[in-house]
Structures are given as C-alpha cells and as structure tokens.
Nanobody, 117 residues
C-alpha cells in the first residue's frame, strides 16, 4: 500500500504562484511514476504532469511552460511548481502514484487551488 498526502493549495490571484507537495509513505519502493491531476467542478479529472523514476516528465498542453513537476533524489516528495496561474487552473489537485509496473494506482485526498481574476 502507498499513502499520499498533498499540501500547498490555497487562494491566489491570477498571475501568482503556488507550490504543491505530495508526500508518499508505505511501499514507496513499488512506485514507478508519480503525477498530478486536477478536477474542476463539473469536469472530468485530467492529467497535469507526471514524472517517472528515471526523471522523465510529461505535461498537459495547458500547463506547459507554466508548471514544473520535480522531486528530490528520493521518490518522495514530489512537487508541482505552478507559475502564472490563471482562473482556469482552479481545481482540486490530486497526487497519483502508479506502482508495481502499473498494477496498482493510488490517489491522495486532493488539495484545493483557487485562482481569482
């Protein structure tokens, strides 16, 4: 089992920045990929960014150039640096871990990001 805890959400004005953190515990050795997803009211959950054990990253087109996913040398925590935030970035942001070569998926509880115009 892997437990994920997100932090760092909040209210920010458009153009501002936030840094989200995701701390993993439990069977950390089993994690292959970690990522951030978000879900706005009335919309489906969507990918924001992912990072593999090898350090490869992937971003949604809507956040490229504004958001950066990173981590320290260890697998945890994973960060999401969000710059030049827009009102359309407002959502509940979830941390996700893919483990055991894709056989297991774990989600955190989410952290709210609200961007005011």
């Amino acid at each position: 089992q892997v437990q994920l805890v997100e932090s760092g959400g909040g209210l920010v004005q458009a153009g501002g920045s936030l840094r989200l953190s995701c701390a993993a515990s439990g069977s950390i050795f089993s994690i292959n990929t970690m990522g951030w997803y978000r879900q706005a009211p009335g919309k489906q959950r969507e990918l924001v960014a992912t990072i593999t054990n090898g350090g490869s990253t992937n971003y949604a087109d809507s956040v490229k150039g504004r958001f950066t996913i990173s981590r320290d040398n260890a697998k945890t925590p994973v960060y999401l640096e969000m710059n030049n935030l827009k009102p359309e970035d407002t959502a509940l942001y979830y941390c996700k871990a893919i483990a055991f070569a894709g056989l297991k998926t774990y989600w955190g509880q989410g952290t709210q990001v609200t961007v005011s115009s």
